[in-house]
């Protein structure tokens, strides 16, 4: 019966991933109809702080983009690649890296992928090289930023686990990160031919349209700004810095265990401290409501921006997904267990495995950190082997279907990005292989010294 449940769980996902957008919210919720009523197994919790996260913190960012502080962001990190473009392979993913770091969301990456793009073939750099390791990037800051959705779902499960704080997740994954990229970075150095020695590229130079406008003066003046663009920034980074020193120092939040009639909730837990994930809620929202007060960004602008619907379209993919892999994972706990229990104890880092294919599937950090990690927690595998193969849920780049890899192959005129003739052999699986298997063998490294 489990494999049909396993098949049925699998399908859903597979179909779901094709209609892009909300298809895999939508058919996750009929993978969990036929579970509940085909199967009568018992639903598991519906991931309920993992989807208030995401709507807490991309609508923040929502609002940072409406007040003109992500062009604010671009306009910095346009002027470093425009005074360095012979470097651009090592600033691009540096950039990209920083943005998701600061606003916990990869999708704020998608104004400078075509700056990156252009940079690159001013200075015929092949695109493919700045392009697909800037866009891993994005995505494995997901695993070391203090405000996104990941991290708060790890810190959660690890701090009732271990009483890990978020200092020592982040003081992990941080370095562990930055170091996977700088090797994926040395990766694609010499990454597909250089441009003057590229079929694709040099037929499309024989169109004499083609060429004119690839070398035409792009338009580089800085993104003018709204008058609170450096304040919505400021905002912003302050909501971030609050979060890590109340996640890292617990004790600068009250605690309600001494109170008459307490009762833990989905706010406070059980020792009487808020929940690190209400809190992130609660600081991110006061954060959008300054930026609306103090920069006199109309809240109608927020809901318009592009991210404002990138988050909501996660949360419905999220609550579907999540929560169907949830229930088959408790319905099989057991079995499940039993089968992977010899091959974990004895090699803890297989876990990982476990980590990156579960993401390519579900195409969210987020997600795959809440169905998988209770199980490694279950499986008895080390608090510090734990967060050191957290980065391993950064497997979304395998199917080359995500929107940050698609909107990288449109911004290359060139054509050197791109998904090859069998799906897998894309522009991005080199980078992507390299830099989370390093980041993971970094992890290891670091969490046995600083853990």
């Not at 519906?46 to 208030?52: D, F, K």
């Not at 005074?83 to 606003?103: C, E, G, R």
């Not at 390299?434 to 600083?450: D, P, Q, R």
């Amino acid at each position: 019966m489990i494999w049909l449940q396993f098949a049925i769980l699998i399908v859903a996902i597979l179909i779901g991933s094709r209609m892009k957008g909300i298809g895999l919210g939508v058919m996750g919720m009929i993978g969990m109809l036929l579970f509940t009523l085909g199967f009568h197994l018992e639903p598991a919790d519906p991931p309920v702080e993992v989807i208030l996260i995401i709507l807490c913190v991309v609508s923040t960012a929502a609002a940072l983009q409406a007040a003109g502080g992500m062009d604010y962001l671009v306009n910095l990190a346009a002027k470093l690649l425009r005074k360095n473009p012979k470097q651009v392979v090592f600033f691009a993913p540096l950039a990209t890296y920083s943005f998701t770091l600061f606003a916990g969301t990869s999708h704020i990456n998608y104004s400078i992928l075509p700056i990156i793009a252009e940079v690159a073939t001013k200075s015929r750099i092949r695109p493919e090289r700045p392009l697909s390791i800037a866009v891993i990037a994005s995505h494995i800051a997901l695993t070391a930023s203090p405000v996104s959705a990941a991290t708060a779902t790890m810190l959660a499960l690890m701090k009732d686990y271990a009483n890990f704080q978020l200092s020592d997740i982040i003081k992990v994954c941080i370095p562990a990160t930055m170091i996977g990229i700088f090797i994926g970075i040395l990766s694609v150095l010499k990454m597909g031919k250089d441009l003057d020695k590229d079929p694709v590229f040099l037929e499309k130079m024989k169109d004499p349209e083609f060429a004119k406008n690839l070398d035409a003066k792009q338009h580089t003046d800085p993104l003018p700004l709204k008058p609170g663009a450096k304040l919505s920034v400021l905002l912003f980074g302050l909501g971030v810095i609050t979060i890590i020193l109340l996640g890292s120092f617990p004790g600068l939040m009250p605690n309600f265990s001494g109170n008459e009639n307490f009762s833990p909730n989905l706010v406070v837990g059980v020792d009487g401290n808020i929940r690190m994930a209400a809190m992130i809620q609660m600081v991110m929202l006061s954060v959008l409501a300054l930026i609306i007060l103090l920069t006199k960004t109309p809240a109608v602008e927020v809901a318009k921006a592009s991210l404002f619907s990138s988050g909501a379209q996660a949360a419905i993919s999220v609550l579907g997904v999540v929560w169907m892999s949830a229930t088959f994972m408790a319905a099989n706990e057991a079995m499940i267990e039993h089968a992977l229990a010899d091959v974990v104890q004895a090699h803890p880092w297989a876990f990982s495995f476990a980590l990156f294919a579960l993401c390519a599937l579900l195409f969210s950090q987020a997600a795959t950190t809440r169905a998988m990690m209770p199980l490694g927690i279950s499986l008895g595998i080390a608090p510090a082997h734990l967060v050191a193969m957290f980065p391993a849920a950064n497997g979304d780049f395998f199917l080359p279907g995500y929107p940050t890899l698609l909107a990288a192959i449109e911004f290359d005129r060139t054509g050197s990005t791109r998904i090859g003739k069998y799906l897998f052999n894309h522009s991005f699986m080199r980078p992507g292989l390299v830099s989370v298997a390093s980041t993971v063998a970094a992890g290891f490294a670091l969490s046995a010294i600083l853990l």
